[in-house]
């Protein structure tokens, strides 16, 4: 009889009775993304000191500090086992809605701000509720919710429309200077913030527990009492929530509204999920992780910057052989931990 | 005359079940369940009771209604009629949670926990303390630890669920069950995957929480182990109850009897064939020494032309799975497979059909038939299969075929073009034995071809059976229906545990030694060699 329950690869390790003794076969994708992280930037700064200072870890921030709030979302999607393809056009979409509201209407951007969180959580809300009540696969409905972001997007604007109010002026310059004259954003901060609630709902709520669950196998998840629509719809709000969140940030980063921006930041959000160790089959993986991800791709960048002399697509090559190697290791996880389970059997 | 005490506490050994006969006391009663699914009966007025401190086996072959009845009990299933009385209320709980809350806990065969969670996250899943909205981890794992108390684990809560055996998670699955329910424990096959010194363990714990009280449902196709382990036991037959025992009055050969519904007395007549009859048809294919650990012992096998072997053995003997050895669908460790040309490769169902083999498998609807196609598409799948799609098979010959097969099998369908999911079962599985016998196979396994299919039709299918041999096919049938197996045919094979134990011809073949072969305690493994 075969052993039981690998479901979907998720590693299987070996029988203990002994308390304690060798860490948790879960968080080596993590260990491993930490290491890359801290090895690339040891390298990184051998070559090029300067990397190594608190304005480069300060541009870093700021210059992620979008991509890292989309990442948080998705990491919750993808550790309920899903996939949300919408967010890269959610983003543009809310720059050009602050951009129009702000030109078109006396509006506060706070008050923007919370209509716009509105509408996307709700959007985010809806493709949650149709991917349960039709049992459609998320990659579908959220590809259909891309193209429907993404063109009313268009609908508002095909221009880029600047954006220029006294409070965004605000928002851009404001920092916190820290010792080394490194620029901590207001953006940046954001960024981290939005990391730590990610971490605080997905590994210390019952919310988060379900979500788990539904990752490790819904039919299961269900017979031990998740309220499976109820999350769903919540877990793809979330998700709509940050891409909103992004779309923010992205804007007063940019300080401008244009209906092409962020395309393909949904597949850029996945890799910085996967690089930071979450099973992409979802049930298995830390929101913290996912920062680490942010930030190696964030670095891969800033290297090639550096450099001068490489061109930007080394960051795709980079980063796809980090994705594959990624992939890979969980694999090999899988592979490792089954083995060892059948010798004893 | 005031009787001592004491007296009150001895059972009550007028009745055949001593001191469960009353029903007034009991944990749970069910009086004349009954649900019916589209074609079936699957539960028809089905009585059961289950006492507090008792273990209380649930056996049956497939199709019995045991799976009906828990779903029933757990809230899967909505019963049609029948009544539930749990403690003396009437109950009728419309799903997992509402059952469990009233107190009826499930474990299944399959560990329904999560294994991606620690075990302290599923253990108090739903119910984590929490401080201040957070689940408090400390606590949580303070409350799991108290929760496997007693149930003699050293385990440590904070790790993953999947690192632990599956003896442990299905312990573990117990402790959540309890803690949730308290009332009535059911514990669906929960040794398949376990091995005996796992089992042990399983029953021990099974046996200290019938000791603080709980009523147990045990289901298990292992006999040995529903004596080692149960107080009572209830057979089910056909969604019918059959008898409820205490377990310690009944032997094996009358269980055996009762799970598959013959009488002692009934002695049945012997096959269709003189004995002596095989020995002179030519041999065709030769098996020796095919096995698999953990899966079927190995076992030898002669297979002659236009022989009908049967394969009997109740459910979980290795019936199932040493056709699947034979038709490459599970990988034989050992053995090998020969013709009068020499090796036949039968390591992938490919190869298997590359020599000329056929496999109807037991589950119809899932593994046998495509429900959207239609009948005429179902007939060609395999014959197109083995083409390569690159090269399909002419629109008019598919037709012929099809119109062919619908006479020759008496397929009752509109027309060639109908979906086979609208057919009956007993045609559907005519499509099926015509997609086969459309490859023209030389031998053919059929694994239950019988299930779920009305009683007319059974024979309709046997006697197919029988024609399909006249021009030299040989067949493999696997059943449960006994009587089916001694009219169809010509030698018997029993399994039983996983091992080939014995092999029945001519004049020997009848349900009552079939039985007695299926009931006997220790024979050593069936080796043509050997013998």
């Known amino acids: 009889m075969g052993r039981l329950p690998g479901i979907r690869g998720y590693p299987v390790a070996i029988h203990r009775t002994t308390k304690g003794g060798t860490m948790n076969p879960r968080t080596f994708p993590l260990l491993a993304t930490i290491a890359i992280f801290l090895m690339a930037y040891a390298i990184c700064s051998a070559q090029y000191p300067t990397i190594f200072s608190t304005r480069v870890a300060g541009n870093l921030l700021t210059d992620n500090a979008y991509l890292g709030i989309t990442a948080v979302g998705m990491t919750l999607v993808i550790l309920s086992g899903g996939i949300d393809l919408s967010v890269g056009s959610v983003i543009a979409f809310s720059g050009v809605f602050i951009a129009v509201m702000l030109r078109d209407t006396g509006l506060h951007p706070l008050i923007i701000f919370a209509l716009l969180l509105l509408v996307t959580t709700a959007f985010g809300a809806a493709m949650g509720g149709l991917i349960d009540i039709l049992a459609m696969p998320p990659f579908i409905v959220t590809l259909a919710g891309m193209f429907l972001a993404r063109g009313v997007a268009y609908m508002l604007t095909i221009d880029s429309v600047p954006i220029s109010h006294d409070f965004y002026t605000y928002l851009q310059k404001a920092y916190y200077l820290m010792p080394g004259k490194g620029r901590l954003t207001f953006i940046g901060v954001l960024m981290l913030l939005t990391v730590l609630v990610g971490m605080i709902v997905a590994h210390r709520t019952r919310f988060g527990a379900s979500v788990f669950a539904l990752g490790g196998g819904v039919a299961t998840a269900r017979l031990m009492g998740v309220r499976v629509r109820r999350t769903t719809v919540q877990i793809y709000a979330f998700s709509g929530f940050m891409s909103g969140l992004a779309g923010i940030v992205f804007s007063i980063y940019t300080g401008s509204g244009y209906p092409l921006a962020a395309v393909g930041t949904e597949l850029t959000a996945i890799a910085a999920v996967v690089i930071g160790g979450t099973l992409l089959a979802g049930g298995a993986g830390y929101m913290f992780g996912t920062l680490i991800g942010v930030l190696t791709m964030g670095l891969i960048q800033t290297y090639i910057v550096f450099d001068g002399s490489l061109s930007s697509w080394w960051t795709k090559i980079v980063i796809g052989v980090l994705l594959l190697s990624f992939i890979l290791l969980q694999k090999g996880l899988v592979h490792l931990s089954t083995r060892r389970q059948g010798v004893r059997t | ?223 040995d182990q529903v004596f080692d382990l149960t107080d009572r036991l209830t057979v089910l037959r056909n969604g019918q109850h059959v008898v409820t025992e205490r377990t310690t009055d009944v032997d094996r050969l009358q269980l055996i009897h009762h799970m598959l519904g013959r009488d002692l007395e009934t002695v049945e007549t012997p096959g269709h064939t003189e004995a002596g009859d095989v020995v002179q048809r030519p041999e065709m294919l030769r098996f020796s020494g095919i096995g698999r650990a953990g899966v079927v012992d190995p076992f030898d096998l002669t297979v002659h032309k236009g022989e009908v072997i049967g394969l009997a053995g109740l459910l979980g003997s290795g019936r199932t799975e040493s056709a699947e050895l034979l038709f490459g669908l599970r990988r034989a460790q050992t053995g090998e497979a020969r013709d009068a040309n020499g090796p036949v490769a039968i390591d992938t169902p490919q190869a298997a059909i590359a020599a000329g083999f056929g496999f109807a498998p037991e589950d119809r609807k899932t593994d046998g038939i495509v429900a959207d196609l239609s009948v005429r598409e179902n007939i060609i799948l395999a014959l197109q299969a083995k083409r390569g799609w690159a090269r399909p098979l002419p629109r008019a010959e598919q037709d012929r075929l099809a119109a062919d097969y619908i006479k020759r099998l008496d397929i009752r369908t509109p027309d060639a073009e109908k979906a086979i999911g609208d057919l009956s079962g007993g045609n559907q599985q005519k499509v099926v034995l015509a997609r086969w016998l459309a490859m023209n196979p030389r031998f053919l396994i059929l694994d239950e071809p019988t299930r779920g299919i009305d009683v007319g039709a059974h024979a309709e299918i046997l006697k197919l059976i029988d024609r399909l041999t006249e021009d030299g096919m040989a067949v493999l049938v696997i059943s449960s229906e006994l009587d089916e197996l001694v009219v169809a045919a010509d030698r018997i094979i029993v399994v039983r545990d996983r091992r080939h134990v014995t092999e029945l011809t001519g004049a020997a073949v009848t349900t009552d030694t079939i039985m007695q072969a299926i009931a006997a305690e220790d024979t050593p493994p069936l080796r043509e060699g050997v013998l």
């Open chain 2, 1 to 223: 005359m005031l009787a001592p005490r004491f007296l009150t506490d001895i059972p009550n050994e007028t009745g055949p079940l001593g001191r469960w006969q009353a029903g007034h006391d009991m944990l749970l009663t069910i009086r004349s369940l009954t649900k019916s699914f589209p074609g079936t009966k699957a539960l028809d007025g089905v009585d059961f009771d289950l006492a507090a401190g008792e273990v209380h086996a649930l056996l049956g072959e497939n199709g019995a209604g045991k799976s009906t009845l828990i779903k029933c009990l757990t809230g899967a299933y909505r019963r049609d009629a029948g009544e539930m009385r749990l403690e003396g209320r009437a109950i009728s709980p419309s799903s997992t949670s509402e059952a469990q809350e009233l107190g009826i806990g499930t474990v299944y065969q399959e560990v329904n926990l999560l294994p991606n969670l620690t075990v302290a996250q599923n253990l108090t899943f739903g119910r984590e303390p929490r401080r201040f909205g957070l689940v408090n981890g400390r606590l949580q794992k303070l409350q799991a630890q108290e929760m496997v108390q007693g149930y003699g684990l050293n385990i440590d809560v904070g790790r993953d669920l999947s690192t632990y055996s599956v003896a442990i998670q299905q312990i573990i699955a117990i402790a959540r069950a309890v803690a949730l329910s308290g009332k009535v424990l059911i514990l669906d096959e929960p040794t398949a995957s376990l091995d005996a010194a796992e089992v042990r363990m399983l029953f021990d714990v099974v046996r200290g929480l019938r000791d603080r009280g709980l009523g147990i449902v045990f289901v298990s196709h292992f006999l």
